[in-house]
């Protein structure tokens, strides 16, 4: 029987973390599930055992605390024996206009999206080094491929930032057995973002968090999902006036 390979998944209590969780369990894959909230962790990894007879193995993890996420991608790798994939997915979307006073929650915004997810690439691709193979997947956004106004300013500037850096990732390692995977996923709409505004082009939690996987599975470099019609529009926002790029928000 061919041993099953490990996942761990960052921001898996709810939202894409959990819709992703789904899909893998359902493609045979053991899960480790982490996110600061361990009542939905412990809800999540009764329900994919159960219906899935995978392992699933939970632990508290909260990304800002940088020297944690070290400790629990180690104890992770070292409970499963290796890791053969990790997906940097733990964010916030929270932002404010520019000058208006809010500093105070932009810089959590940056923090979260770039800094934490720093240290999570950074320990992943510790373990995947000493393995000498593995796949890091960061999730970024379309956001990142302009930037945008109003409360999307340091959202998106954060998300540009976390893709750069998935980017030169990926160049050092391009001729070893390590993989990187930048995915730049459109509006998906979630319980995260229930409350939102309906937006051109979005799908269901279930049909985006299905074309994640499909596209993670795939290990390109890096991806628009769903593809169409994100790929495309990645196009189009590169080359629009800023002053229309400025309506798209």
């Not at 890091?136 to 945008?148: C, E, H, Y």
């Not at 106004?149 to 500037?157: E, G, I, N």
């Not at 074309?211 to 196009?235: D, K, N, Q, Y």
């Amino acid at each position: 029987m061919q041993e099953r390979k490990t996942i761990l998944i960052t921001g898996a209590s709810s939202g894409l973390g959990a819709g992703m969780a789904r899909e893998f369990a359902a493609r045979g894959y053991n899960l480790a599930l982490c996110a600061r909230r361990t009542e939905q962790l412990e809800s999540l990894k009764a329900e994919l055992e159960f219906s899935h007879g995978i392992r699933v193995e939970v632990r508290a993890l909260d990304v800002n605390d940088h020297s944690q996420v070290f400790s629990v991608f180690n104890d992770f790798a070292m409970t499963f024996g290796a890791l053969e994939r990790v997906i940097v997915n733990a964010g916030i979307g929270e932002g404010r206009r520019i000058g208006t006073g809010h500093f105070e929650t932009n810089r959590r915004t940056a923090e979260t999206n770039f800094i934490a997810g720093l240290a999570q690439c950074e320990a992943a691709v510790e373990i995947f080094r000493r393995q000498n193979v593995g796949h890091l997947v960061i999730m970024s956004s379309m956001s990142a491929k302009r930037g945008l106004p109003r409360h999307l300013t340091t959202y998106a500037a954060s998300k540009a930032a976390i893709a750069h850096l998935g980017e030169g990732i990926r160049a050092e390692l391009l001729n070893t057995p390590i993989r990187v995977t930048t995915l730049f996923p459109g509006y998906i709409r979630t319980e995260l973002n229930a409350g939102a505004k309906k937006l051109p082009f979005e799908v269901t939690e279930k049909t985006g968090c299905r074309a994640l996987v499909h596209t993670i599975e795939r290990e390109p470099g890096t991806a628009c999902v769903p593809s169409w019609p994100m790929s495309p529009m990645a196009i189009l926002m590169r080359l629009l006036p800023l002053r229309w790029v400025a309506r798209l928000s």
